[in-house]
Protein backbone atom coordinates (compact mmCIF):
# COMPACT_ATOMS: atom_id res chain seq x y z
CA UNK A 1 0.00 0.00 0.00
CA UNK A 2 0.79 3.52 -0.12
CA UNK A 3 1.83 4.03 -3.58
CA UNK A 4 2.22 7.84 -4.86
CA UNK A 5 1.79 8.27 -9.02
CA UNK A 6 3.61 11.63 -10.37
CA UNK A 7 2.80 12.50 -13.89
CA UNK A 8 4.42 13.47 -16.34
CA UNK A 9 7.95 11.63 -15.21
CA UNK A 10 9.45 14.20 -17.63
CA UNK A 11 8.85 16.92 -19.39
CA UNK A 12 11.04 19.53 -21.48
CA UNK A 13 9.37 22.69 -22.22
CA UNK A 14 10.46 26.14 -23.49
CA UNK A 15 10.90 29.15 -21.66
CA UNK A 16 7.99 31.06 -21.14
CA UNK A 17 6.00 28.06 -21.22
CA UNK A 18 3.69 26.93 -17.70
CA UNK A 19 3.96 22.92 -16.75
CA UNK A 20 1.40 21.14 -14.83
CA UNK A 21 2.39 18.43 -12.45
CA UNK A 22 0.37 15.89 -11.53
CA UNK A 23 0.78 13.89 -7.87
CA UNK A 24 -1.68 10.96 -7.30
CA UNK A 25 -1.97 8.99 -3.78
CA UNK A 26 -3.32 5.89 -5.47
CA UNK A 27 -4.16 3.50 -2.48
CA UNK A 28 -4.84 5.94 0.15
CA UNK A 29 -6.66 9.57 1.10
CA UNK A 30 -3.75 12.18 1.30
CA UNK A 31 -4.62 14.85 3.66
CA UNK A 32 -1.47 16.63 3.10
CA UNK A 33 0.77 16.42 0.16
CA UNK A 34 4.50 18.06 0.08
CA UNK A 35 5.95 19.49 -2.82
CA UNK A 36 9.84 19.16 -3.38
CA UNK A 37 12.12 20.09 -5.84
CA UNK A 38 16.41 18.85 -6.05
CA UNK A 39 18.85 20.10 -7.88
CA UNK A 40 21.64 18.12 -9.18
CA UNK A 41 23.60 16.24 -5.86
CA UNK A 42 21.66 18.45 -3.70
CA UNK A 43 18.78 17.68 -0.94
CA UNK A 44 15.33 17.73 -1.40
CA UNK A 45 14.43 21.22 -0.80
CA UNK A 46 10.09 21.50 0.74
CA UNK A 47 8.40 24.34 -1.61
CA UNK A 48 5.13 24.12 -0.05
CA UNK A 49 2.41 22.05 2.08
CA UNK A 50 -0.95 21.33 0.70
CA UNK A 51 -4.02 20.54 2.47
CA UNK A 52 -6.90 18.95 0.54
CA UNK A 53 -9.61 21.81 0.38
CA UNK A 54 -7.58 24.61 2.35
CA UNK A 55 -4.44 26.92 0.45
CA UNK A 56 -0.69 25.76 0.47
CA UNK A 57 1.56 26.90 2.50
CA UNK A 58 4.90 27.92 0.75
CA UNK A 59 8.14 27.98 2.36
CA UNK A 60 9.95 30.88 2.50
CA UNK A 61 12.00 32.03 -0.46
CA UNK A 62 9.06 30.17 -2.89
CA UNK A 63 7.32 32.05 -5.04
CA UNK A 64 3.55 31.64 -4.94
CA UNK A 65 2.13 33.12 -7.76
CA UNK A 66 5.37 30.95 -10.07
CA UNK A 67 4.42 27.83 -8.40
CA UNK A 68 0.85 26.92 -8.24
CA UNK A 69 -0.39 24.40 -5.93
CA UNK A 70 -3.84 22.98 -5.85
CA UNK A 71 -5.04 20.22 -3.93
CA UNK A 72 -9.07 19.80 -5.30
CA UNK A 73 -9.73 15.80 -3.76
CA UNK A 74 -8.42 13.92 -1.03
CA UNK A 75 -6.29 11.86 -4.20
CA UNK A 76 -4.73 14.59 -6.22
CA UNK A 77 -2.32 17.28 -6.26
CA UNK A 78 -0.95 19.40 -8.44
CA UNK A 79 2.10 21.61 -9.36
CA UNK A 80 1.62 24.41 -11.81
CA UNK A 81 5.01 25.69 -13.09
CA UNK A 82 3.79 29.25 -14.69
CA UNK A 83 6.44 31.33 -17.24
CA UNK A 84 9.14 28.81 -16.69
CA UNK A 85 12.37 29.37 -17.03
CA UNK A 86 15.79 27.51 -17.46
CA UNK A 87 16.72 28.15 -13.60
CA UNK A 88 13.28 26.48 -12.46
CA UNK A 89 15.16 23.36 -14.48
CA UNK A 90 14.96 20.87 -11.36
CA UNK A 91 13.50 16.91 -10.10
CA UNK A 92 10.09 17.92 -8.85
CA UNK A 93 9.27 15.39 -6.03
CA UNK A 94 5.93 15.28 -4.36
CA UNK A 95 4.93 13.30 -1.09
CA UNK A 96 1.96 12.41 0.70
CA UNK A 97 1.02 11.01 3.98
CA UNK A 98 -2.33 9.99 5.49
CA UNK A 99 -2.94 12.00 8.68
CA UNK A 100 -6.13 10.36 9.79
CA UNK A 101 -4.70 6.96 8.94
CA UNK A 102 -1.22 7.98 10.68
CA UNK A 103 -2.90 9.05 13.49
CA UNK A 104 -5.36 5.42 14.37
CA UNK A 105 -2.41 3.29 14.28
CA UNK A 106 -0.42 2.96 16.95
CA UNK A 107 2.85 3.50 16.69
CA UNK A 108 2.33 4.35 13.13
CA UNK A 109 5.70 6.36 11.70
CA UNK A 110 3.96 8.84 10.16
CA UNK A 111 5.70 8.49 7.73
CA UNK A 112 5.29 10.59 4.27
CA UNK A 113 5.22 8.19 0.67
CA UNK A 114 7.64 10.23 -2.11
CA UNK A 115 6.04 9.57 -6.10
CA UNK A 116 8.51 9.05 -8.71
CA UNK A 117 9.16 12.55 -9.20
CA UNK A 118 9.49 14.39 -12.45
CA UNK A 119 12.12 15.87 -14.19
CA UNK A 120 11.48 19.76 -15.98
CA UNK A 121 13.90 20.97 -18.39
CA UNK A 122 13.42 24.19 -19.55
CA UNK A 123 14.79 25.03 -22.83
CA UNK B 1 18.67 28.25 12.59
CA UNK B 2 17.81 24.80 11.45
CA UNK B 3 20.86 22.43 10.04
CA UNK B 4 20.95 18.74 9.25
CA UNK B 5 25.01 17.43 8.66
CA UNK B 6 25.79 14.00 7.31
CA UNK B 7 29.11 13.16 5.57
CA UNK B 8 29.12 14.04 1.22
CA UNK B 9 30.36 10.46 0.37
CA UNK B 10 31.65 7.12 2.09
CA UNK B 11 33.05 4.18 0.02
CA UNK B 12 32.97 0.64 1.22
CA UNK B 13 33.46 -3.16 -0.02
CA UNK B 14 30.77 -5.79 -0.98
CA UNK B 15 29.86 -7.82 2.64
CA UNK B 16 31.05 -4.54 4.49
CA UNK B 17 29.36 -2.66 7.19
CA UNK B 18 29.47 1.15 6.66
CA UNK B 19 27.59 3.99 9.43
CA UNK B 20 26.25 6.86 8.18
CA UNK B 21 26.02 9.37 10.73
CA UNK B 22 24.09 12.55 10.92
CA UNK B 23 24.26 15.65 13.71
CA UNK B 24 21.03 17.75 13.24
CA UNK B 25 20.18 21.26 14.94
CA UNK B 26 16.59 21.95 14.45
CA UNK B 27 13.41 24.51 16.41
CA UNK B 28 12.16 21.25 17.86
CA UNK B 29 12.13 17.41 17.52
CA UNK B 30 9.47 14.78 16.54
CA UNK B 31 11.29 11.95 14.91
CA UNK B 32 13.99 11.10 12.47
CA UNK B 33 13.63 9.13 9.03
CA UNK B 34 16.50 7.87 7.13
CA UNK B 35 15.61 7.16 2.95
CA UNK B 36 17.47 5.83 0.41
CA UNK B 37 17.29 7.45 -3.15
CA UNK B 38 18.85 6.03 -6.20
CA UNK B 39 19.47 8.27 -8.81
CA UNK B 40 16.91 9.97 -10.68
CA UNK B 41 14.10 8.05 -8.50
CA UNK B 42 12.31 9.29 -5.50
CA UNK B 43 13.25 8.32 -1.63
CA UNK B 44 12.24 5.17 -0.19
CA UNK B 45 11.55 5.02 3.56
CA UNK B 46 13.88 2.68 5.42
CA UNK B 47 14.03 3.52 9.16
CA UNK B 48 12.13 5.93 11.76
CA UNK B 49 13.09 6.78 15.53
CA UNK B 50 11.69 9.37 17.98
CA UNK B 51 13.10 7.73 21.12
CA UNK B 52 16.94 6.88 21.81
CA UNK B 53 18.37 3.84 20.84
CA UNK B 54 18.47 1.39 18.08
CA UNK B 55 15.93 0.22 16.03
CA UNK B 56 17.08 -2.97 13.59
CA UNK B 57 15.47 -3.68 10.50
CA UNK B 58 17.16 -6.70 9.05
CA UNK B 59 20.46 -5.43 7.33
CA UNK B 60 19.97 -1.69 8.56
CA UNK B 61 20.32 -0.24 11.68
CA UNK B 62 18.93 3.35 12.78
CA UNK B 63 20.41 4.93 16.20
CA UNK B 64 19.26 8.36 17.80
CA UNK B 65 20.45 10.07 20.77
CA UNK B 66 18.05 12.47 21.29
CA UNK B 67 20.48 14.64 23.91
CA UNK B 68 23.11 14.99 21.56
CA UNK B 69 21.42 15.73 18.47
CA UNK B 70 22.90 13.04 16.71
CA UNK B 71 21.58 10.09 14.24
CA UNK B 72 23.60 7.20 12.66
CA UNK B 73 22.29 4.64 9.90
CA UNK B 74 23.87 1.09 9.74
CA UNK B 75 24.01 -0.57 6.82
CA UNK B 76 25.31 -4.21 7.13
CA UNK B 77 26.18 -7.33 4.35
CA UNK B 78 26.40 -4.51 1.64
CA UNK B 79 25.61 -4.91 -1.66
CA UNK B 80 25.62 -3.93 -4.87
CA UNK B 81 22.76 -2.75 -4.78
CA UNK B 82 22.78 -0.83 -1.63
CA UNK B 83 24.92 2.10 -4.05
CA UNK B 84 22.73 4.92 -3.27
CA UNK B 85 22.40 8.26 -1.45
CA UNK B 86 20.89 7.92 1.93
CA UNK B 87 18.98 11.44 3.49
CA UNK B 88 19.01 12.20 6.99
CA UNK B 89 15.59 14.13 7.76
CA UNK B 90 14.16 15.53 10.82
CA UNK B 91 10.84 16.15 11.59
CA UNK B 92 11.24 19.55 13.70
CA UNK B 93 8.17 21.10 15.95
CA UNK B 94 5.54 19.11 16.66
CA UNK B 95 2.65 20.55 13.51
CA UNK B 96 -0.27 18.30 12.20
CA UNK B 97 1.47 18.60 8.88
CA UNK B 98 4.45 16.70 9.57
CA UNK B 99 7.00 18.61 7.41
CA UNK B 100 10.68 16.99 6.65
CA UNK B 101 13.58 19.13 6.80
CA UNK B 102 16.35 17.05 4.83
CA UNK B 103 20.09 17.01 4.60
CA UNK B 104 22.39 16.58 1.85
CA UNK B 105 22.73 13.39 1.53
CA UNK B 106 25.26 10.64 1.71
CA UNK B 107 26.53 8.97 -1.24
CA UNK B 108 26.89 5.18 -0.52
CA UNK B 109 29.38 3.59 -3.05
CA UNK B 110 29.76 0.03 -2.84
CA UNK B 111 32.86 -1.58 -4.70
CA UNK B 112 33.45 -5.36 -5.43
Known amino acids: GAVVSQHPSWVICKSGTSVKIECRSL??????MFWYRQFPKQSLMLMAT?????????EQGVEKDKFLINHASLTLSTLTVTSAHPEDSSFYIC???????????????????FGPGTRLTVL | GQNIDQPTEMTATEGAIVQINCTYQ??????LFWYQQHAGEAPTFLSY????GLEEKGRFSSFLSRSKGYSYLLLKELQMKDSASYLC?????????????FGAGTQVVVTP
Open chain 2, 49 to 52: NVLD
Open chain 1, 27 to 32: DFQATT
Open chain 2, 26 to 31: TSGFNG
Open chain 1, 95 to 113: SARDLTRDRAIRGSTDTQY
Open chain 2, 89 to 101: AVRGALDSWGKLQ
Open chain 1, 50 to 58: SNEGSKATY
